[in-house]
């Protein structure tokens, strides 16, 4: 879908996101997400529901890799275009060679097959995708997770191995396997991207972050009992964002952070529409995958 704020994209630049699967709901009407590009509020933001959120942005605010220096875009500019430096997803540094991200950013939403990212890199400490600052470091090699499942959304979790080392950059540690307490419903988590700020294709050319508390496991199969909306698994899915929504990530995101008390407890995986009610963001649960992903790392 073209990007109507961004007449400078070559025209066949292609979305940088997943879109919606088939036989997924998508409102284009969706309440805002992560902040459209306007000057940022960044004011704590009010009890606003979402109709207000659909007048005005409710959500995100600006985020910074120098606060977040984990927080990194992965880039594949032949396919994307130069416009926003190539990006297509979210990702985080874990160690100074590794990146941990989502499965499904390499896989074709359409299909359902792998799918090649020429020039794949990872963009670190770049907030602005317009910019140049920064570094974008080559990715040698990605593992997908053995078990994902596309249809499902199973253990969408990918890491990437870095050809240059980032020694002395934070890394952001994982939630530990089987950890709970990070997953209690009402945590305060937030989640980072440059993904869609309206669910209309306005992809932030800023990095954005917004808080979505943690939505109990029994709420979210009741959201997404399977059908057109997907199925939700708490064996390996944790869900996040307003009940009333207003506040989720959105197309683009996918692969970001999820972070709790410091530490990365999810990944942006898939939803029905963005910051709908009813609808919360639906991110791989990071305490389901960490063994796996520590075996890599
Ligand atoms: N699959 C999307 C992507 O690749 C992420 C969708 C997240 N949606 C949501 N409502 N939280 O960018």
């Excluded at 994307?80 to 941990?100: D, E, I, M, W, Y």
């Excluded at 390499?106 to 090649?116: A, I, L, N």
């Excluded at 890394?171 to 305060?188: A, F, H, K, M, S």
């Excluded at 700020?197 to 399977?226: E, F, K, M, W």
């Amino acid at each position: 879908m073209p990007n109507p704020d961004r007449a400078d994209l070559p025209t066949a630049a292609p979305t940088p996101v997943c879109p919606a699967r088939p036989g997924r709901r998508r409102h284009r009407a969706a309440v805002l997400a992560l902040l459209a590009a306007l000057p940022a509020p960044l004011v704590a933001l009010g009890p606003a529901g979402p109709a207000e959120a659909q007048r005005r942005i409710v959500g995100g605010v600006a985020a910074g890799t120098s606060d977040h220096p984990w927080v990194v875009a992965l880039s594949s500019r032949p396919q994307f275009g130069n416009g926003r430096s190539g990006q297509f997803c979210g990702a985080a540094l874990v160690t100074p060679t590794k990146v941990v991200t989502a499965a499904h950013c390499f896989y074709d939403e359409s299909k359902g097959r792998r799918v090649d990212r020429p020039e794949l890199k990872a963009v670190i400490g770049r907030d602005d995708l317009r910019g140049s600052a920064g570094y974008e470091v080559p990715v040698q090699s990605v593992w997908i997770h053995p078990d994902y499942a596309f249809a499902a959304n199973m253990n969408d979790v990918a890491v990437l191995t870095l050809a240059e080392p980032q020694t002395g950059r934070p890394v952001i540690d994982l939630v530990g396997q089987g950890e709970t307490e990070p997953y209690v419903p009402g945590t305060r988590a937030q989640v980072f991207g440059w993904g869609d700020t309206t669910g209309t294709g306005n992809y932030s050319p800023t990095l954005r972050g917004v808080d979505v508390p943690i939505i109990a496991d029994q709420t979210c199969a009741h959201a997404y009992p399977g059908g057109q909306d997907g199925r939700f698994d708490a064996r390996g899915m944790v869900c996040a964002g307003e009940e009333k929504g207003g506040r989720d990530a959105c197309q683009g995101d996918s692969g970001g952070p999820l972070v709790v008390g410091g530490r990365l407890a999810g990944l942006v995986s898939w939803g029905t529409g963005c910051a709908e009610a009813a609808h919360p963001g639906v991110y791989t649960r990071i305490g389901a995958v960490s063994d796996a992903v520590h075996s890599v790392l």
